[in-house]
C-alpha cells in the first residue's frame, strides 16, 4: 500500500544544476500537489494539478517547472538550482475538492 | 491570499498534561483540516470540520470549528509522548478553489516522559 513515492529521498546539488524531483501516487487520485517546507514557514503551494493535463501556479513557483505525466505523475523541475531553494519538498494527491490530502515522505534537497 | 495564524509556535509539555493549540484567520473557510507531522514523515491528516461550531473528537483529541469558520482550536487531553509532533492547520478558501489549501506554519509539540 504505497500511497504517494517520491524519489529521490536526498539529494545535494551545486548551484546552476538541474534536477528533477519525482512524485507517483497509486490511488486514482484526480489532484496532484507539489508543496516546499522550511523552518518557520508552513507548507507552500509551489504548483499543483487539479486533473490530468492541467497545472497551475501555486503561491511559490518561480524557479519551478512541472509535468503532469499522466494520472499517476507529477513531476517538479528546477532547471538552475539556487541556494535559496534548499528546503524538503512534498508531493501530495487527493481524490477531488473535498477530499483531504495524501503527502510522500518528502525529498531533502540541498543546494550548495 | 487567506493567512492562518498557528499560536503557540513551540510548545513543550510533561506528560499527563492538557494543551490547546490554536488557528485563526481574518477569512472564512469552508473547511478546515488539522495534520500531525513527525520527523522525516509527511503531514497525515487528523480531521476535517466542515459545519461553523462542529466539534470532532479523536480518542484524547479535540477539534472544534468556529462559529464563523474563521478559526479552529485542537485540544489535547492528558498528552502522551507519541502526541509529539508538528500540528498544521490547512483551510479550504470560501467560495475560492477547494483544490488548494493554506496551510498555517505549524506548532511544533514535545510531549516529555
Known amino acids: 500500500n504505497a500511497g504517494v513515492t517520491q524519489t529521490p529521498k536526498f539529494q545535494v546539488l551545486k548551484t546552476g544544476q538541474s534536477m528533477t524531483l519525482q512524485c507517483a501516487q497509486d490511488m486514482n487520485h484526480n489532484s496532484m500537489y507539489w508543496y516546499r517546507q522550511d523552518p518557520g514557514m508552513g507548507l507552500r503551494l509551489i504548483y499543483y494539478?487539479?486533473?490530468?493535463?492541467?497545472?497551475d501556479k501555486g503561491e511559490v513557483p518561480n524557479g519551478y517547472n512541472v509535468s503532469r505525466l499522466n494520472k499517476r505523475e507529477f513531476s517538479l523541475r528546477l532547471e538552475s538550482a539556487a541556494p535559496s531553494q534548499t528546503s524538503v519538498y512534498f508531493c501530495?494527491?487527493?481524490?477531488?475538492?473535498?477530499?483531504?490530502?495524501?503527502f510522500g515522505d518528502g525529498t531533502r534537497l540541498s543546494i550548495l | 491570499t487567506q493567512l492562518l495564524e498557528q499560536s503557540p509556535q513551540f510548545l513543550s509539555i510533561q506528560e499527563g498534561e492538557n494543551l490547546t493549540v490554536y488557528c485563526n484567520s481574518s477569512s472564512v473557510f469552508s473547511s478546515l483540516q488539522w495534520y500531525r507531522q513527525e520527523p522525516g514523515e509527511g503531514p497525515v491528516l487528523l480531521v476535517t470540520?466542515?459545519?461553523?461550531?462542529e466539534v470532532k473528537k479523536l480518542k484524547r483529541l479535540t477539534f472544534q470549528f468556529g462559529d464563523a469558520r474563521k478559526d479552529s482550536s485542537l485540544h489535547i487531553t492528558a498528552a502522551q509522548p507519541g502526541d509529539t509532533g508538528l500540528y498544521l492547520c490547512a483551510g479550504a478558501p470560501s467560495g475560492g478553489s477547494n483544490y488548494k489549501l493554506t496551510f498555517g506554519k505549524g506548532t511544533l509539540l514535545t510531549v516529555n516522559p
Open positions: 470540520v466542515v459545519t461553523g461550531g
Open positions: 494539478s487539479a486533473s490530468e493535463g492541467t497545472t
Open positions: 501530495a494527491s487527493k481524490q477531488g475538492p473535498s477530499f483531504s490530502q495524501h
